[in-house]
T-cell receptor, first 114, second 113 residues
Framework: GESVGLHLPTLSVQEGDNSIINCAYS??????FIWYKQESGKGPQFIID?????DKRQGQRVTVLLNKTVKHLSLQIAATQPGDSAVYFC?????????????FGTGTRLKVLA | GAGVSQSPRYKVAKRGQDVALRCDPI?????LFWYQQALGQGPEFLTY????????KSGLPSDRFFAERPEGSVSTLKIQRTQQEDSAVYLC???????????FGNGTRLTVT
C-alpha cells in the first residue's frame, strides 16, 4: 500500500518506553484541538481531543497537554507498543467567523523499535 | 457499516478526464468535510457542508473542483479536466457539528496520468 509521511519528522522509541509528540499550532483563536493517528493506506483516526479551557486531558494510555501561552500541544503515549507505529497529526479549530475548517499540522512519524 | 465510507478506493484518470468521488458519512452527522492529502503532508481543507448547505468552499483549488450534498447525506466531489497536480488522496470526514471530532473515511487515492 501507499506510504504516509515519507519525509516527515520521525520519532523512534523503544517498545515499552513513553513517547512524546509535539505540535505547534498557529492561531491563538483556536479553541479546540484534536490528535489523530494515521496508518499507511488509512484515513486519520481520532485519538483524543481537548478544549482551550483545559490544560490536560487523559485517555487510555494517552495524555494531551495544551500550553496556550506558547501555542503548543503535546501527545504523550505511555508504554508504547508496536501497534502505535503510525503518523500522528494535531489539528486545531480556529473559531473564526466564516470559516469552518480544521487545520492540520505536518505530522510526525512514530517508529516503535522492538 | 458504522464508519465513513468512500468510493472508489483507487481511481486512475487520464489527464483531462472528469472524476467523481463519493462519500457516505456516518448516519446523523450534520457536518461533512472534504480534505486533500498529498504524499508526506497533512490533510488540507477543501470544503465544508452543514446538512445540504455548502458553507465553506475556500479550500477548493480551482473552479474545476465542485462538491455537492443535495440531500444532506451522501456527498460527491467532482473534479473536471483532471491535471497531474490533482493526484492525491481525497479524504471525507463527518462530525456531529462544530467543535466535534472529525471521523474520516479511508480516502480515495486519485492518480492522474
Amino acid at each position: 500500500g501507499e506510504s504516509v509521511g515519507l519525509h516527515l519528522p520521525t520519532l523512534s522509541v523503544q517498545e515499552g518506553d513513553n513517547s512524546i509528540i509535539n505540535c505547534a499550532y498557529s492561531n491563538s483563536a483556536s479553541d479546540y484541538f484534536i490528535w489523530y493517528k494515521q496508518e499507511s493506506g488509512k484515513g486519520p483516526q481520532f485519538i483524543i481531543d481537548i478544549r482551550s479551557n483545559m490544560d490536560k486531558r487523559q485517555g487510555q494510555r494517552v495524555t494531551v497537554l495544551l500550553n496556550k501561552t506558547v501555542k503548543h500541544l503535546s501527545l504523550q503515549i505511555a508504554a508504547t507498543q508496536p501497534g502505535d507505529s503510525a503518523v500522528y497529526f494535531c489539528a486545531e479549530y480556529p473559531r473564526t467567523s466564516g470559516t469552518y475548517k480544521y487545520i492540520f499540522g505536518t505530522g510526525t512519524r512514530l517508529k516503535v523499535l522492538a | 457499516g458504522a464508519g465513513v465510507s468512500q468510493s472508489p478506493r483507487y481511481k486512475v484518470a487520464k489527464r483531462g478526464q472528469d472524476v467523481a468521488l463519493r462519500c457516505d458519512p456516518i448516519s446523523g452527522h450534520v457536518s461533512l468535510f472534504w480534505y486533500q492529502q498529498a504524499l508526506g503532508q497533512g490533510p488540507e481543507f477543501l470544503t465544508y457542508f452543514q446538512n445540504e448547505a455548502q458553507l465553506d468552499k475556500s479550500g477548493l483549488p480551482s473552479d474545476r473542483f465542485f462538491a455537492e450534498r443535495p440531500e444532506g447525506s451522501v456527498s460527491t466531489l467532482k473534479i473536471q479536466r483532471t491535471q497531474q497536480e490533482d493526484s492525491a488522496v481525497y479524504l471525507c470526514a463527518s462530525s456531529l457539528g462544530s467543535n466535534s471530532p472529525l471521523h474520516f473515511g479511508n480516502g480515495t487515492r486519485l492518480t492522474v496520468t
